[in-house]
């Protein structure tokens, strides 16, 4: 699993010209779901996103977390962060999560989300979006789940 997370101080969603998703000061995170990850996978990486200290306090280091300064999350499905373009110029997605396996996981992520009592807003599984932000530094972030719990990976 990956996520890119930016911090940003706006940012939305747009599916068919119609915003579906904005959130105000937060995290804009897109989320690539791979093959092999499952719950357990989700429950570590969505403990570490909620966890990151990346925003500033009084004295301008990164010291807050997204619970500290009251942030939401756009959180957008993102098959193409497994897209492989080492060979030829056509990435493959192979190692990416077929829809039947990504949107359930892609879901339990949301839900976990809004069960820590965190606002959340989505795009729409599967469908064209266009994603607007601003990022906030810029300050971004990639969390790969083979580096965050490489043994819940061991386990497949």
Not at 34 to 41: P, T
Not at 79 to 105: H, M, V
Request: charged fraction near 30%.
């Amino acid at each position: 699993m990956r996520f890119v997370i930016q911090r940003v101080s706006h940012a939305s969603v747009t599916v068919e010209d119609k915003v579906i998703g904005k959130i105000g000061r937060g995290f804009f995170v897109l989320i690539g779901i791979e093959s092999e990850d499952n719950r357990a996978v989700a429950d570590k990486m969505v403990q570490k996103l909620l966890g990151l200290r990346i925003f500033e306090d009084a004295e301008g280091k990164s010291n807050l977390a997204l619970r500290d300064v009251e942030g939401e999350l756009l959180l957008i499905s993102q098959f193409t962060l497994y897209g492989d373009a080492k060979q030829g110029n056509r990435p493959s997605y192979i190692r990416a999560a077929r829809p039947e396996t990504a949107e359930p996981l892609y879901d339990y992520i949301v839900k976990r989300c809004r069960e820590e009592g965190y606002p959340v807003e989505t795009g729409s599984f599967g469908a064209e979006m266009k994603c607007e932000l601003l990022n906030d530094g810029p300050f971004t972030i990639l969390m790969d789940s083979r580096e965050i719990c490489p043994k819940l990976h061991e386990q497949n």
